[in-house]
């Protein structure tokens, strides 16, 4: 089993700054790519940002320029630094984490999510 635990966020004035932590916990062999993905009142949820165990980077249009993933593969952590907030940046944000178990199963895992509000 695997546990994700999301911790960061909170209530910023706009041109602010948060930065989410993301820590799994559990049967982990290795994990794989790793994501923030937000989710807005009565909008779907969208990914924000990934990074591979590699360490490649993918980004959002929406946020280029402003928000940094990173990870720390003996921490099994993943962070998100969150630049330059605007009001639209406000949602749920949820980490995933694709998770090769010590049982050899290969599984997506998500964050309770943590809230992250904007005020212009």
């Known amino acids: 089993q695997v546990q994700l635990a999301e911790s960061g966020g909170g209530l910023v004035q706009g041109g602010g700054s948060l930065r989410l932590s993301c820590a799994a916990s559990?049967?982990?062999?290795?994990?794989?790519?790793m994501g923030w993905y937000r989710q807005a009142p009565g909008k779907q949820r969208d990914l924000v940002a990934s990074i591979t165990s590699g360490g490649r980077t993918d980004y959002a249009d929406s946020v280029k320029g402003r928000f940094t993933i990173s990870r720390d593969n003996l921490k099994n952590t993943v962070y998100l630094q969150m630049n330059n907030l605007k009001p639209e940046d406000t949602a749920v944000y949820y980490c995933?984490?694709?998770?090769?178990?010590?049982?050899?199963?290969?599984?997506?895992?998500w964050g309770q999510g943590t809230q992250v509000t904007v005020s212009s």
């Open positions: 559990g049967s982990i062999f290795t994990i794989n790519t």
């Open positions: 995933n984490q694709n998770v090769l178990t010590k049982r050899g199963y290969t599984g997506d895992y």
